[in-house]
């Protein structure tokens, strides 16, 4: 049930997808894999949605060359507190309703069923395929959707994926290689993927609209071109 201030506070939204829509997004729980320049702004617009539990993971602290895209991240916090941490201590003075966890580590297959236990949706927010690919299988094997972005420059893009009824992560991109050292990233590129990353875990949730589903956005914000590419 919704409480009078979440009716206000969520009036414009559950002017969309009405109260059992509202409440749908209260009583789920959505992990963000990596709160850095895609988890930043997916956090603070699930946070602004009204999901019911967030769950923050990421291993790193911030660095001062974070912050041209990492809004979830301040000066004080360089070198000082987790990325987990630093984003939970801001979403909840965001948003008191929601309720934020956090994982200060690294997913691996031997962690990575206790730390995603009861999760209803995961986005990958992350930077390299390894972690990726775990993410991936986790989600085949137990039937979660994975809503997937990725950045570099002013390029980015966007799937969603659920088991049984799309291409999987490793069907997407069988050939991919990891690229090493640092890549050229906008932080304007990392808010308009990580927002549409948000939205898809709310149609999700809602039943509004369409997902991404066996498509693929792709968006190169310097020559404001948008595609989506059929994957079937």
Request: hydrophobic share 40%.
């Amino acid at each position: 049930m919704l409480s009078e201030k979440e009716i206000e506070r969520y009036d414009r939204q559950i002017m969309i997808f009405g109260v059992d829509g509202q409440e749908k997004l209260k009583s789920a729980k959505v992990a963000v894999i990596g709160v850095g320049g895609l988890g930043s702004p997916v956090a603070y617009y699930l946070a602004a949605a009204g999901i019911g539990t967030i769950l923050l993971v990421d291993e790193q602290k911030p660095e001062l060359s974070n912050l041209n895209r990492q809004i979830l991240h301040w000066e004080e916090d360089i070198e000082r507190n987790p990325k987990s941490l630093s984003a939970k201590w801001k979403l909840e003075r965001f948003n008191s309703e929601v309720k934020i966890e956090t994982f200060v580590g690294r997913l691996t297959e031997e962690n990575i069923e206790d730390v995603l236990r009861d999760v209803d949706v995961i986005v990958d927010c992350l930077d390299n395929f390894e972690t990726r690919f775990l993410l991936d299988d986790y989600a085949q094997k137990k039937g979660i959707p994975l809503v997937h972005g990725a950045v570099e420059g002013t390029y980015g893009q966007v799937t969603t994926i659920i088991p049984g009824k799309t291409k999987s992560l490793r069907e997407i991109f069988p050939n991919v290689g990891e690229r090493k050292g640092k890549f050229p990233i906008l932080g304007a590129t990392a808010g308009v993927i990580g927002t549409l990353q948000a939205m898809e875990v709310i149609k999700l949730l809602t039943g509004i609209g369409e997902p991404l589903l066996n498509k693929l956005l792709i968006a190169d914000l310097a020559f404001n071109t948008f595609e989506v590419v059929e994957l079937r």
